[in-house]
């Protein structure tokens, strides 16, 4: 009887360190709101400031920065620690809130986002694979 308590104890035991480490290993999908920090308000975004293709810097005014965000809202992400290609086409994007720099956000071609996060400890980006449809036409209006 103690026997085959301690086999149904030692089964339960690798059954529930199982589905930690598979859960743990699965990506995590999510949206971009999702993604960032819970003090995150589309109202606070005060300035958005790029580089176009011309290495010009541009600041985006408020309908830009509207339209903007709201591209940057209809993402679907999927975690994924990607490492660019050196020829991957990179927009940054810097986000301040209430007039400080919070957020920088890197798009690499269509298929991949990193956000960086000023205000996580650790480590401060976080990469995405982007798993739906990006408008890059308002992207790059709003970059002319």
């Keep these: 009887m103690r026997k085959r308590n301690v086999i149904i104890a030692a089964t339960i035991l690798v059954l529930v360190i199982g589905v930690i480490i598979v859960w743990n290993l699965v990506p995590t999908e999510t949206t ?15 300035h958005i400031s790029t580089r176009n293709a011309n290495n010009e810097q541009v600041i985006l005014d408020e309908p830009q920065i ?15 620690n990607f490492t660019p290609d050196s020829d991957s086409e990179l927009h940054t994007f810097i986000l301040e809130l209430n007039n400080n720099p919070e957020y920088q956000i890197d798009l690499y071609s269509e298929n991949y986002v990193s956000i960086y996060d000023s205000s996580l400890k650790g480590n401060k980006t976080k990469k995405y694979e982007i798993t739906n449809d990006i408008d890059l036409e308002a992207i790059q209006s709003a970059i002319q």
Excluded: R, Y
């Design 32 to 46: 971009f709101e999702d993604a960032m920090q819970e003090g995150f308000s589309v109202e606070d975004v005060t």
């Design 66 to 80: 509207q339209a903007f965000i709201n591209v940057l809202m209809s993402l679907e992400l999927k975690e994924n």
